[in-house]
């Protein structure tokens, strides 16, 4: 993402046994593909093998369709489960940002989007308040306001608005930028993978609402914050990164809302820019980071 | 504790008002007193204040017992409900250690002593094993083995004889240097204040038994270490420090129990610092730490 | 800064001896005043007392100026050289940023700004090229263009329009936010102690030109940032803030630059606002933060 | 070293060119070896490729004399220059302490050793002081005393002696544990790739003596530690790891050697662990740790 070179990613991962680096290396190998990195992990507690390979997309005499017609027979030959993806780094990333009312998780994104260190093609802002509209706008994306209304019905309404824009974007990440709704089980699944959330608390600690005021209640020494994908339990997704922030008797929560969201911003900025690079890949509800 | 010099430590607390400090340090300021180091605090949400003062006793007219009865004038000025001590760092602080099995933060501490980093008086190490007996003896320290059996009435009794011990050494620290045990509620009663536990968590997360398996499992990226006072609830006491090493898919639980040591190692060590330096201020569950 | 309330901070430092607490506590407590913050310290090295009060503006019977005017008779009684300001918090600090090409820091800044947590009033942002305009202008804030020939003459022309323009703002602060602009010696002399400059590197280390390359050759494992004051020899003013971030053999010099750009955001960030809420006492070449 | 299974490593380093894994790993997959951890680098800057796999020493047909045999022909279709070396983790690493007065990191790594998390055969301590052989023969380990006089004679001869004690062990490493003289040329020659020292700064800051005074006085807010490997320029060698600590103003520079020892301590054990593990690979004046 940050090279302007033109790249392959492989992501596999299938049960372990002997023989698999060597099987898509000399794929590789053999069609000239020259990898510029090369991750592997063997997970002892589920004999689950993963791997993610970057390759040069001008090493190989094809393009990456014809790449991905060519390694199902790898796949094919390493024989079971296998789980597989190859994405061209060509194509700049697609991103729906979720926001609320706080906006220096937006702020921040929009502000590496400025600089050219994150490059991704921001779709959309999704807002059920309109405060981050004009910063929004002053960068040329579009915002789209949903109102959330407290009853059910006007709820369901709303997600369902919101999953049409979405949707319409087609985007790599649905970001959760300080969002302060609960996606619905049917969107969590429709978005597994692809949403991620910024929890202002170091998960499992302060779960769900108001964890700064939970963390000022307990005493702790140090806050967190968490990036972890959106599944249908609340705050329990497989988490993406963590970082934490000093704290101490003089802190406030306002204090402590301050403080934590320097962490907020830089756990999300990292997070969506490994899954962007495809670093993460997700088994059951943990993850491996390449 | 670090300093040789003779210094009384004066900790008090009391409804927050002002005029607080100026009775307090003119009363200091016209009996000579050198304050070298002074620290308040005032919690806006239970109008308290806090402060420590460390005066050098050389520069005060008499000594530790005619300040206290002196201080009492001072107390009774500021009215209401006031809780204070003072303490004369001449006397070496008294410590006794619980210990289990795993030797780190018990080597870790001798250690410290050893090399007179701690100026302490280990009275005595108890274990409800006799693996830590050789390392305590080699260091001239008494090793007293409590074996605790599993049914009720047998592990009453090993209580009743740990108590014992640990009372018998009259100490201004009970250090608990993962002793697998869960404290009965009236010693945690008796021990209040002095009772320091480390917990191989980031609490509060992964309360209870086998924090290292919980982390594992859950997938976070940073595990932790939590040193906080003993109290009847399992886990729940102040909490005086806390510290957290980053992890990743590559760690196996025996990993993490390895990384995570050196994480324990120094938060029991800070946190038994502070409390024997008489930093640590306890108010409802929550701490100041000076 | 944070808080709406209105409060005068003093600060003061003399030679250390016994009475100064006592001295101003008195003189507070009689007026009446309402101490919500206060702290002290000694440096035994150099025989110099420090100290910050915070008080309650509607706790006093007068103002800022009746307050000054009595606390220099406080002052007196104290003898010998005594440094003090108080400053009402009444009224927004002023500051001047100063940037070349690289935008983070002043995007960070602003969006601080935005959302109300930094609560100063931006009077101008000065630039040596014109890339950072249109975002400073996006927040309504004057921008100004002063470009820096690399002749002599033109440059100290140049400095002469800078010091023009910043002084004309009269700012608590003026942040070199990136500004890859040496200051002449009577700029650092008339700016003492208000001109404050982000480092990316970790002070001592890497003083000087590309210090993300200098870290880099020097196979470093961790990068940082230094806020410091500007003083007339390059990168050796009194520090107020540092931190680090971990770096690998994966990590070129663009990602350097890259993992770096989120340190020196919070490092300014910080010790821009301890600057401005006057937590930052220099003595010497070092720095009590309070 | 963790495990008691029985592995191979392999680390090899060459220029980087396509298809220096596929050769590796088939001829891996051929032999039925079972690899539990593959490591890539390739550094840009000097086009260098680097690489360490384990393998499960029963998951092969021969031992580790025939796989170096056989490992040989797989160097040759590489081509060019070729560094690599095999390591048989059934042989416990061996082990030489250098130390002078100061025990703590000594102590911390006996610790380590006697609760088995350093699988290591320390085979000597040498002091140039006495003081520190009573804990070394507590743990069974012979501990060698040799003075050095100032007089360069004196000095030469003592060189002379360390070496003879320190060759007759052969070690895998020769741990500086804060062993306060400088090596001769000759033996940082000798001992190249396999000397540690922990050096009491985060180089590039702080070089030479009395690191922790330079730091108090240039008013830094982080102090650190650096392993590195020595080198005939004093504190210049390749850096294994690093890590810091915070410090403030009321930080004397016995507070600063205090915490310092902290971060000597994990720092020097993780180098060490690191370097046994054979995961460190040095490349002109850096280091690749896998």
Same mark, same amino acid.
């Given at each position: 993402?940050?090279?302007k070179?033109?790249?392959?990613?492989? %992501? $596999? &991962?299938?049960?372990?046994?002997?023989? /698999? *680096?060597?099987?898509? @290396?000399?794929?590789?190998?053999?069609?000239?593909?020259?990898?510029?990195?090369?991750?592997?992990?063997?997970?002892?507690?589920?004999?689950?093998?993963?791997?993610?390979?970057?390759?040069?997309?001008?090493?190989?005499?094809?393009d990456?369709?014809?790449l991905?017609?060519?390694?199902?027979?790898?796949?094919? %030959? $390493? &024989?079971g489960?296998?789980?597989?993806? /190859? *994405?061209?780094?060509g @194509?700049?990333?697609?991103?729906?940002?979720l926001?609320?009312?706080d906006?220096?998780?937006?702020?921040?994104?929009?502000?590496?989007?400025?600089?050219?260190e994150?490059?991704?093609?921001?779709?959309?802002?999704?807002g059920n308040?309109?405060?981050?509209?004009p910063?929004?706008?002053?960068?040329?994306?579009?915002?789209?306001?949903?109102?959330?209304?407290?009853?059910?019905?006007?709820?369901a @309404?709303?997600?369902?608005?919101?999953?049409?824009?979405?949707?319409?974007a087609?985007?790599?990440?649905?970001?959760?930028?300080?969002f302060?709704?609960?996606?619905?089980?049917?969107?969590?699944?429709?978005?597994?993978?692809?949403?991620?959330?910024i929890?202002h608390?170091?998960?499992?600690?302060?779960v769900?609402?108001?964890?700064?005021?939970?963390?000022h209640?307990?005493?702790?020494?140090?806050?967190?914050?968490?990036?972890?994908?959106?599944?249908?339990?609340?705050?329990?997704?497989p988490?993406?990164?963590?970082?934490?922030?000093?704290v101490?008797?003089?802190?406030?929560?306002?204090d402590?809302v301050?403080?934590?969201?320097?962490?907020?911003?830089?756990?999300?900025?990292?997070?969506?820019?490994w899954?962007?690079e495809?670093?993460?890949?997700?088994?059951?509800?943990?993850?491996?980071?390449?």
């Amino acid at each position: 993402m940050s090279s302007k070179e033109r790249r392959y990613v492989i %992501r $596999l &991962g299938c049960p372990d046994r002997t023989g /698999i *680096v060597a099987e898509i @290396a000399t794929f590789l190998s053999e069609a000239g593909g020259w990898i510029v990195e090369a991750d592997y992990h063997s997970d002892p507690d589920t004999n689950w093998f993963f791997t993610r390979q970057v390759v040069r997309a001008e090493s190989l005499p094809y393009d990456v369709h014809e790449l991905c017609r060519r390694f199902v027979e790898v796949t094919r %030959r $390493l &024989g079971g489960r296998v789980e597989w993806d /190859i *994405v061209d780094t060509g @194509a700049k990333p697609r991103v729906v940002i979720l926001v609320t009312k706080d906006g220096h998780c937006l702020y921040d994104l929009l502000g590496r989007v400025h600089s050219g260190e994150l490059e991704i093609d921001v779709k959309a802002v999704i807002g059920n308040h309109t405060d981050l509209a004009p910063i929004t706008r002053a960068h040329g994306i579009p915002f789209h306001h949903v109102p959330f209304p407290i009853d059910p019905d006007g709820k369901a @309404a709303a997600f369902g608005q919101l999953r049409q824009l979405v949707d319409a974007a087609n985007p790599d990440a649905v970001v959760l930028a300080r969002f302060m709704q609960v996606l619905p089980t049917e969107l969590c699944a429709e978005w597994a993978g692809r949403a991620l959330n910024i929890h202002h608390s170091f998960l499992p600690s302060f779960v769900g609402a108001r964890p700064y005021h939970q963390a000022h209640k307990r005493g702790v020494k140090l806050i967190g914050a968490t990036c972890h994908y959106v599944t249908a339990e609340l705050d329990a997704g497989p988490i993406v990164e963590q970082d934490v922030i000093r704290v101490d008797h003089n802190d406030s929560v306002a204090d402590m809302v301050r403080k934590g969201r320097d962490i907020e911003k830089v756990v999300l900025a990292r997070g969506l820019r490994w899954h962007l690079e495809r670093r993460v890949l997700v088994h059951g509800n943990k993850t491996v980071i390449f």
